[in-house]
């Protein structure tokens, strides 16, 4: 397996400051531009999901607010 560059995203669960659960993506490459295509790539829909949930966060709590 080459490790000349890699992309690592990690996904943590904790209750009470225990870990509960752990997720672990890693993405190796020896090529420059292979890995500069995987950043913009996971980061292009990553962002995307963030935003997503962002959204369904807040419209949960403001329907919360106004007693809906």
Do not use: P, R
């Not at 225990?18 to 950043?39: L, Q």
């Not at 790539?41 to 949930?53: D, E, G, R």
Request: net charge negative; hydrophobic share 45%; proline share 0%.
């Amino acid at each position: 397996m080459s490790k000349k560059y890699k992309l690592e995203l990690s996904f943590v669960q904790s209750t009470g400051g225990a870990v509960d659960d752990s997720v672990v993506v890693s993405e190796w490459s020896d090529d420059a531009a292979m890995h500069v295509i995987k950043t913009k790539v996971f980061s292009k829909h990553l962002s995307a999901a963030i935003a997503a949930i962002t959204e369904e966060m807040c419209d949960i709590g403001l329907a919360a607010m106004n007693g809906k």
